[in-house]
């Protein structure tokens, strides 16, 4: 979501991308009233060359210029948005929740206040369960993974039961889409080390994880996601069901990133979820960082993505829940951040 300004004709233009939010936008007008012309070409100079370096993956060298910015308008939307999330590319989710908050309180009836809250939600989310600690590093981000009440899938459920639905009828759907859900899936086994395997099977009824699909953005709890896993456990922690919902197409990502591109990115992502690692690594480039730009990040398994989910399932395994005991299912949404506890 990060934006450009046109002087020439004083629009706003959405051209490229955060984590599953990214859109391109119809122009809108903006009368850039603060300040004169040289200060605001100097403000959109700046803005421009942020929003540029932050695509290219330079965020460091992005936020230098959008606070060269922000000296000029410090309490421009449009300021307040890239930067916020240049910060969160860079991993200082605290420096990025004050840009957001700042928006919000600003512009509560906002064009992108959908798609900050979102985010704030994760952000703050993962914030208070670490602690405010980072992984940075580590060579694996286990603690930020599991803090909200991550699990995974015991040894004796192998392989996993997976059912992939057809997504005929779906606007947007590829058929390639299917393809790519089981390559992201084999990618996860592969890190696993033998640890997690997969039978694919023909229906719903008899599977481990199901996965859909929707081309309705507002069918998702967290849309920044582009997907969303909800993970069912036991108490021990020990995953027994797992559903996700893909978005085939969200139209607010740009041109430039392909529908294969797009897709590889969230089931990689969402998988990841549905596996146990049901929180976020705080640093940018990792599969499960909670934001992605399409068009600077790889959409392969990092070394760290590799190495936390061998530490997951490396780990001494926990005892199942016994017969005759009624368990307490743990429905885990992370998109949402949200654990609900229910009776089973």
């Known amino acids: 979501m990060f934006v450009r300004l046109t002087v020439k004709v004083a629009l706003l233009v959405l051209f490229a991308a955060i984590v599953a939010n990214l859109s391109t936008v119809r122009a809108q007008e903006n009368a850039l009233r603060q300040t004169g012309v040289g200060s605001e070409e ?24 959008l606070k060269k910015a922000a000296a000029i308008k410090p309490d421009d939307p449009l300021l307040l948005v890239n930067l916020g999330q240049a910060y969160q590319l860079s991993g200082k989710n605290v420096e990025a929740l004050d840009q957001y908050k700042k928006y919000l309180r600003l512009y509560p009836k906002g064009p992108y206040v959908a798609q900050i809250t979102s985010m704030f939600r994760v952000m703050q989310t993962q914030i208070q369960q670490t602690g405010g600690k980072s992984s940075q590093g580590k060579d694996n981000y286990l603690t930020e993974a599991v803090a909200p009440g991550g699990g995974r899938w015991d040894q004796g459920q192998m392989p996993l039961r997976v059912f992939v639905a057809s997504g005929a009828g779906v606007e947007d759907y590829k058929d390639e889409f299917a393809g790519i859900f089981k390559k992201a899936f084999a990618d996860w086994c592969e890190a696993t080390q033998g640890k997690v395997s997969v039978s ?9 994880i199901v996965c859909k699909w929707t081309a309705n953005v507002k069918d998702l709890a967290n849309p920044a996601e582009g997907g969303q896993a909800f993970v069912q456990m036991v108490l021990q922690r020990s995953i027994i069901k797992a559903d996700l919902l893909l978005l085939t197409h969200d139209v607010r990502v740009p041109a430039t990133v392909t529908p294969e ?60 829940h016994s017969a005759g005991v009624v368990p307490v299912i743990l429905q885990v949404t992370p998109g949402a951040g949200a654990v609900k506890q229910s009776s089973h």
């Open 42 to 65: 100097a403000f959109v100079k700046h803005l421009n060359s942020g929003v540029s370096l932050a695509n290219g993956g330079k965020t460091g060298e992005a936020i230098v210029e």
């Open 200 to 208: 694919y099977v023909e229906s719903p009824q008899n599977a481990n």
């Open 261 to 320: 591109s797009y897709m590889r990115f969230i089931c990689l992502h969402e998988i990841g979820h549905a596996l146990g690692l049901a929180g976020h690594s705080s640093q940018p480039g990792d599969i499960m960082f909670s934001l992605m730009n399409y068009e600077a990040a790889t959409k392969e398994l990092t070394d760290r993505d590799k190495k936390t989910i061998l530490a997951l399932y490396g780990a001494p395994a926990t005892a199942g």
